[in-house]
């Protein structure tokens, strides 16, 4: 393709061409290509580079800027990815052939995100350099255990001394219809080990053995009476799930040595990580457990503002729809960004995301990208 007939291409050129290559998580090589071809012909410097090893990584990740010749003005960034979870099987037609059927474009990533990637290439496309700076975070570990993606990025950013003023994350925001909901912040999550050990023996003889399920049971009856809080203003009660239960014990004569179960925190910025892991940590040691947590990420809000005020604008100018701010729904990579600038996001509708046959609307790929450029505009120079 040409520079002029790249110029020239719509979100849904951009779209196929990233959903033609596979790229199931940790994502690196062709699709990372193919996007920094969409990119150079617009002027952006982009910086590519794998970091991790098995089973995390390797992960590639890209960033991308471009900056006026003078004084670089404000900074705009997008952050996405371009990772995707693996298809399954079932589809209609090859998950990683792009393929148009009515109104609707098909193919893995076309909503989770590499149709909202494209939409903002499209819509950067013809914003004069002279603007102010835009850059694109995109990393090949979102799906996956985010360890060797945007934190390395931010890592990267730090040390060429580019943070942005303000960030947009394309993810999957829209439910009914593209521009319905916007998300300023996520709630953290935390997963949880809690492990009792016993003694093994024979179950004729429980005095010579120390059967640890029963003290398991009561740690979690116990973690079940805790309340956390009942929401804020922004968030939603936080809540404690039991997601296992495992003894490994496959003889019906034996006491088990050793049981263990996991627990799910998803929490509200009333708590972080760290705290939780404190309180169940003295409620299952009170009772002779013992606990390992790993923080996947802490909750994070942008309070309504500059930048959500622009992003609402624009879906208004565009859709006629008045977005809903909200702070539903799972992590995504925004609970990193949110540490060195306001964050927000944005994208579209999410019905399809991970399911078999994932297709976007041609249409809102088109109307997505004259939000995005609107935002932009908005942000960089005051006017959308």
């Not at 393929?99 to 474009?105: E, T």
């Not at 953290?188 to 809690?194: F, Y």
């Not at 404690?240 to 014990?249: H, K, Q, R, S, Y």
């Not at 999410?350 to 990208?369: F, G, P, S």
């Amino acid at each position: 393709m040409t520079d002029t007939a790249l110029l020239a291409a719509s979100p849904l050129d951009f779209a196929s061409r990233l959903i033609a290559c596979e790229s199931v998580t940790p994502a690196t090589g062709s699709v990372f290509a193919c996007l920094e071809a969409m990119l150079e012909p617009l002027g952006f410097a982009v910086t590519r580079f794998v970091c991790g090893e098995a089973p995390d990584g390797p992960v590639e990740n890209l960033h991308a800027i471009r900056r006026p010749a003078g004084d670089p003005g404000r900074h705009f960034a997008f952050a996405g990815h371009l990772d995707v979870v693996p298809p399954g099987l079932g589809w209609a037609s090859d998950p990683f052939e792009p393929q148009v059927r009515g109104d609707l474009l098909h193919g893995r990533g076309a909503v989770d995100m590499k149709g909202s990637i494209a939409s903002f290439v499209a819509a950067v496309a013809d914003i004069p350099r002279e603007a102010g700076t835009i850059s694109l975070i995109i990393t090949g570990d979102e799906e996956g255990p985010a360890i060797y993606g945007t934190r390395a990025l931010i890592d990267l950013m730090q040390a060429q001394g580019h943070v942005p003023d303000l960030c947009l994350v394309g993810e999957p925001t829209s439910v009914a219809r593209l521009g319905d909901m916007v998300k300023i912040g996520r709630r953290g999550s935390v997963n949880m080990w809690i492990r009792v050990a016993g003694q093994q023996g024979h179950v004729a003889y429980p005095h010579l053995a120390d059967n640890p399920i029963p003290k398991l049971v009561a740690i979690l009856s116990e973690i079940e009476r805790i309340t956390l809080d009942t929401g804020t203003d922004w968030f939603q009660p936080s809540n404690i799930e039991i997601t296992d239960l495992a003894v490994g014990n496959p003889a019906h004569n034996v006491i088990p040595a050793a049981a263990e179960a996991r627990i799910s925190i998803r929490f509200n910025d009333l708590h972080s990580g760290a705290s939780l892991t404190e309180l169940i940590s003295s409620v299952a040691e009170a009772m002779g457990g013992t606990v390992e947590a790993k923080i996947s990420g802490e909750a994070f809000l942008t309070p309504p503002g500059e930048l959500s005020a622009m992003i609402v604008d624009a879906i208004r100018a565009e859709t006629g729809l008045e977005a809903e701010l909200s702070t539903t729904g799972g992590t995504s990579d925004a609970r990193f960004l949110s540490r060195i600038c306001p964050v927000v996001e944005f994208g579209l509708c999410n019905a399809t995301m991970h399911k078999l046959d994932e297709a976007v609307a041609i249409a809102d790929l088109d109307a997505l990208a004259r939000i995005y450029r609107r935002v932009v505009l908005g942000a960089l120079v005051g006017t959308s």
